[in-house]
Each structure stands twice: as C-alpha cells, then as structure tokens.
C-alpha cells in the first residue's frame, strides 16, 4: 500500500545544475500536483495535472517544468537551479472528489 | 482568488486542555475544506475534510471542526490535546466543481506546542 512515493527524499545541488523529482502513486487518481513548502508560506501549487499528457500551471511555476507521460507519474524537472529553488518538494495525487494524498516530501537544498 | 487565513502562527496548549486553531477562507463559491498535520521531517496527513452535509465533521485522532458559512470559517478543535498532537496544522480550501482538479489552497500554517 504506497500511495504517493517521492524520489529523491534528500538532494544537494549547485547554482545551475538539473534535476528531476519523481513522483509516483499507485492509487489510479487523475489528478496530480507539486507543491513546494517554504518556513511561513505554507504549500504553494507549482504545477499540476488533470490527466495524463496534460499539465497546468499553479501559483509559482517559474523555473520548473513537468511531465506527466504515464498516469502514474508527474515529474518536475528544474532545468538551472537556483538558491530561491531551496524548499521542500511535495506532491499529491487525488480523484475527482477534492482529496489530495500527499508524499513525504522531498528536501531539495541548491548551494 | 481563493485564500485561506489562518490567524496564529503559533499556539501553546497545556497537555489536557481544549484547543481551537482558527481557518477563515475566502472563496466565491461552497468549497471543499481540509485540515491537514504536518509532524516535523513529515508528510501531510489528512486530518478531516467538508464537503457538504453536516456542518460539524468528525476526523481522526479525536478532532473535529464545524463550517460556518456565515463566517467564512473552518475551526478545527480537540476537547483534550496530547503531548503527541504537537505539529503543524494546515487549513485547505479546493474548489468543489472538478473535484480538486485545480488543487489546493493551504494556509501559512499553525504551529502547536504542548507544554507538559
């Protein structure tokens, strides 16, 4: 019973490096989401997605890119990553009716 | 927009006592409202949601909170916390047509501490 799994759960990265988180859940949901936690922001939406081969933009996409070619899986990709980009990574998958299951998160610190 | 305000940035409780943590939202329609904790290097856990129905909703760990239209509000309580409820507390509205295909609006977080 895995619900939302996120992979990496710790990461260190450079000025300009990339990477990609993946997220993937095994509940058959349509909707997916990244969210990055800041200290007194509470969860910001960056991307999301309804369905698959569709994605969206939420709050705060700027720098980040996503993909969702397989229903299972929403990848969000940071193509040059900034200090700003230091947070923690969260993402969801939900159904239709509203509720969001969450992962553990992803600690992600860019030096 | 949607938003969600939730007043106390922290809250202290002494172990046994009651506790209320304070959610209002700002939405044009009936929304789909959430709690959610947080324990610290954690996840989110569900903690209770409305969705229609029955104003005062029951969730686990013996909380409960009642939707007050009137005042745009979505307090969560516990008659008697325990030293292990300390956490962070996040209110969340989501919009009711699509489900939550737009996601979710989380306020900025209550953080409770329980003294012994």
């Known amino acids: 019973n895995a619900g939302v799994t996120q992979t990496p759960k710790f990461r260190v990265l450079k000025t300009g490096q990339s990477m990609t988180l993946l997220c993937a859940q095994d509940m058959n949901h349509e909707y997916m989401y990244w969210y990055r936690q800041d200290p007194g922001m509470g969860l910001r939406l960056i991307h999301y997605?309804?369905?698959?081969?569709?994605?969206a933009k939420g709050e705060v996409p700027d720098g980040y890119n996503v993909s969702r070619l397989k229903k299972q899986n929403f990848l969000l990709g940071l193509e040059s990553a900034a200090p700003s980009q230091t947070s923690v990574y969260f993402c969801?998958?939900?159904?239709?009716?509203?509720?969001?299951?969450f992962g553990q998160g992803t600690r992600l610190t860019v030096v | 927009a949607q938003s969600v305000t939730q007043p106390d940035i922290h809250i202290t409780v002494s172990e046994g006592a009651s506790l209320e943590l304070r959610c209002n939202y700002s939405?044009?329609?009936?929304?789909?409202l959430f709690w959610y904790v947080q324990s610290p290097g954690q996840g989110l856990q569900l903690l209770l949601k409305?969705?229609?129905?029955?104003?005062l909703v029951q969730g686990i760990k013996g909380f409960e909170a009642e939707f007050k239209r009137s005042q745009s509000s979505f307090n969560l309580r516990k008659p008697s916390v325990h030293w292990s409820d300390a956490a962070e507390y996040f209110c969340?509205?989501?919009?009711?047509?699509?489900?939550?295909?737009?996601?979710?609006?989380f306020g900025k977080g209550t953080h409770l501490i329980i003294q012994p």
């Open positions: 969340a509205v989501g919009p009711t047509s699509g489900g939550g295909a737009d996601g979710l609006t």
């Open positions: 997605s309804v369905g698959e081969g569709t994605t």
């Open positions: 409305y969705f229609s129905g029955d104003t």
């Open positions: 969801a998958s939900s159904p239709t009716n509203g509720r969001a299951f």
């Open positions: 939405y044009g329609a009936t929304p789909y």
